[in-house]
């Protein structure tokens, strides 16, 4: 098997063992909306998911190890495609016309990159200068993109996906510098790199949670595309990775990653109803919904939050909390003559 396969393969995993845990924490905060962290860490089911996260970033970690960042990267948004049959199941719904169409386009697209993106195992490193330089770039980005102004959502979203992409590309140097002995794991280089890591994961994660208080489909795609975009320039710019097949293969990759990017606009706009066994309705209530992040990033950290709609693939999960739409009664019709008997 080819390193590249490897890291397919890999990352396939990671997607899928997000997804679940993002099930799995979904309707575990679904179940009690009032429950509060030291009743959530108590649940055994809540471990199990922790477990599926951590499973999934370290997954993520090795598939950096083996494969260049611009064919792991865009493979992070199969968690969304990976969440459409999981999240219809534990919903009892049916997989929409919507969601076939989105998981359709996103799974072409991504193949068309896969075909000019592949390559042999990355074996070039971010030195200190350029992961500073890069560190420096991107928090300049950042904060211009965090700054008050119209579309704070789509823009702290932008920002959101910038820094998840530039954490797992310094991931990946810590991880290949400290793997192949170039480097001692006591280094600068090597302890340096992953506090960049650190601090770009958790800016990350708070931006995003700012971005979904206005709604999720939007800000949702943004974050996944915007993730390996910026993974993709520093590949290609600083660590020589390239795409094969010449200037038809660059094409080729520019299709794919528009149709993925449509596909993962689809997903990310679906907002499916379910059914009760009464067939009673059930709408979104908009309320508060204590959920769970779960980026498809080496850096995601698993953090119980209660903002508003604001879980990553809680539009393709349709798990939010939702109340029963309130329904009027058969109320007795006044009669239109008197001494007629009233009709219900």
Known sequence: MSAT????????????????????????????????????????????????????????????????LTVVQPLGALTLVAAVPMGARVAGRRVSATEWRGTAFTLLGLAAILVTASGSAPDAVLSTPEALAVAGVTAALIGLLARRGV??????????????????????????????????????????????????AAGGLLLSQVAYRGGLGAPLAVVTLANPVAAAVIGLALLGERLQGGAAGVLLALAGAGVAAWGVVLLSRVTPERQTPSASPIVASGGPVPSVVSVPSVASVPSVVSAPDDHPVAAVLALESAKAATEQGLLPRQPKQPGHLTSL
């Open 5 to 68: 396969v490897l890291a397919v393969v890999l990352s396939l995993f990671s997607a899928v063992a997000y997804a679940a845990a993002a099930v799995a924490q979904e309707r575990l905060a679904s179940r009690d909306p009032g429950s509060g962290m030291a009743r959530m860490i108590t649940s055994g089911a809540w471990w199990w998911s922790v477990v599926l996260n951590a499973s999934a970033a370290l997954l993520h970690v090795v598939a950096l190890k083996y494969g260049p």
């Open 151 to 200: 579309r704070p959502g789509l823009r702290h979203a932008t920002g959101s996906g910038f820094a998840s992409g530039v954490a797992s590309a310094l991931t990946q140097t810590v991880t290949v510098a400290a793997t192949d002995r170039s480097e001692s794991l006591l280094s600068v280089q090597v302890i340096g790199v992953a506090l960049l890591v650190a601090a770009f």
